[in-house]
């Protein structure tokens, strides 16, 4: 418990220019992952979540105004580590990520087996035939048959291109993995065996996962830590068994609440009102719109408070915690 | 609810609509003239929707189930097989006989943004079914734009009159997509996946809205869809398509509570609740993947992936309908 955890996130913030102004996407985001841990960010769209997988990876677009705060990789601050220095140690050598639709980003008219490759002859060095034989070892792990290596992405169903996306993040042999809506343009079956294959993973390579997700019932399938935000903040992180058991936050409830449950009479209940603008978001809480509980100290924007040994809520109903 | 009783012609005996041994099938052409083969989307359906009910179709992507929707509608012409929509096929309908049933039904597309014309504003997008249909008083086509906008609760009217598609949020364009398909007061709705391109948060909305407009008028309501964790709420009878064809098809309770197609069984068996379990077990998936449309399995098309497989019947001869518990049909050889 007391070792250095795999990446520590200390107030990240990162603002993008637009027309209309300056967007808060990221606003002060902390949170740490461990070694062989499986975390879930879980949000509406807009939350700001997919910012939170680009500035991890270190991926900024063009228009950002603002970018802040701490990343450690194994206690290792990186932030003051040039574009070249990041990506030589950090990424896709020990952090590398699936992003969103990334399966139906594959170069057409390359073979599925040269694109997974890739990283092992960009970032490594490796000969191709080096290459070759582990990105076969590695289209073992994700559940595709090594014949596929000599496909073109067409040729392959949503589901296959979707591992091989995996497999393209897996090939390095990262420490942390990110996944931004891996599995939301799937079938279920198919949802159910990719998850089923990052388990596996799991269990035998050691690697983190971070699940970038709206999907609650889906991410429950792996999570063992739950980070939930709210318009660029984080309200609530804490162990899988608590937040789905007992969510804290207000808007964890009603979020928990929202979910269509298969086994359940209950018709399931939506969460009345929109996120804020994050053009111009409110001084307080966040949330306070939406929330059934707020009072008048939600005004002030509402500190963190840590609930027992592993939950922080960003709420004022939870001040009787200590302060993180 | 605030909007005006509605005078729905429902025809006194029989189902609204039944499709008979309907097959949609798509022709494939290599070099654009040799023919090589067919990909059968739809092939060999059969069912009847009576009139208020709400039924959901079940399938995963390539099942057919979208193929069946622009059948139903019209939009496809059945290789084989009718649709009878109050009585009379779809096949025997005259260009204005046509007219009035696609007045009669409604569509809710799956991606609001796709169906609604950017270029016009809701004013505009709502009137056009009206000119198309014959209203020729513009005061009493802004009166039903209205009424339809505060049916699907975008009021007041005023704000989303002159607003242009991209102005809106994705559940406030799927509103209106559902106010263009009510605003010929149709007898029936067809709704392909309308929330799967929506945040989860508005889905269960819509999906509600839907419902009570359904209930309140008497509507009736095919919604086609790949999540079975919604449709308890929202459907009365479920339909489970596979690879073109419905394979099983009961009440909604009956068939969450009791599926008996080993394809239904392990559809629902992938379904996760939020549960921190689930994270401490592996889930059974079925191998493999649903078969080509274009060379379908010989006997049940399921049985290359069936753990409950009987070699010899499954594989050569296809199954017909059985009824192994009161009113749940299955079309499966282990309940002969």
Known sequence: MASEPLLRVEDLRLHYRSGNGVVRALDGVSFDIRRNEALVVLGESGCGKSTLAKALMRLLP????HFSGNLLVDGVETMGFSEERFRREVRWVRISMVMQAAMNALNPVIRVGEQVAEPLRVHRGWSARQARERTAEVFGLVGISADFLQRYPFELSGGMRQRAVLAMALVTEPDLVIMDEPTSALDVLTQASIMNALKRIKQELGTSFILITHDISTSSEIAERVALMYAGQLVEFADAKDFFGEPAHPYSKLLMA??????????????????????????????????????????????????????????????????? | MSAPARDIRRSAAGPVLSARDLHTWFELRQWGFLRV??????????????AGEAVAFVGESGCGKSSLARTLLGLHQPTRGEVIFEGRSLGTLDARERKTYLARVGFVQQDPYGALPPFMDVRRILHEPLIVHGVRNRAEREKRAREALEEVRLSPPDDFLSKFPHMLSGGQQQRVVIARALILRPAMIIADEPVSMLDASVRVEILQLLRSIQTNHGLTLAFITHDLSTVRHFAERIFVMYAGRIVEQAP???????PQHPYTQALLGAISDPDPDNALQMREVPPGEPPSL???????RFHPRCNRMIPGTCDQEDPPEFEPRNGHHTACWLYR
């Open chain 1, 62 to 65: 063009r228009n950002v105004q």
């Open chain 2, 37 to 50: 083969g067919s990909v059968r989307a739809v092939d060999g359906v059969n069912f009847e929707l009576q």
């Open chain 1, 258 to 324: 929202s979910v269509p449950r298969l086994h359940q009479e209950e018709t399931p209940v939506h969460i009345p009102g929109q996120p804020p603008n994050l053009l111009d978001p409110p001084e307080g809480c966040r949330f306070a719109e939406r929330c059934p509980s707020r009072f008048d100290r939600c005004d002030r924007d509402p500190e963190t408070f840590r609930i027992g040994n592993r939950r922080t809520v960003r709420c004022w109903l939870h001040a009787a915690g200590s302060r993180v």
């Open chain 2, 252 to 258: 909604v309770n009956e068939l969450l509570n009791h």
């Open chain 2, 294 to 300: 274009l060379k379908p399995p010989a006997g049940c």
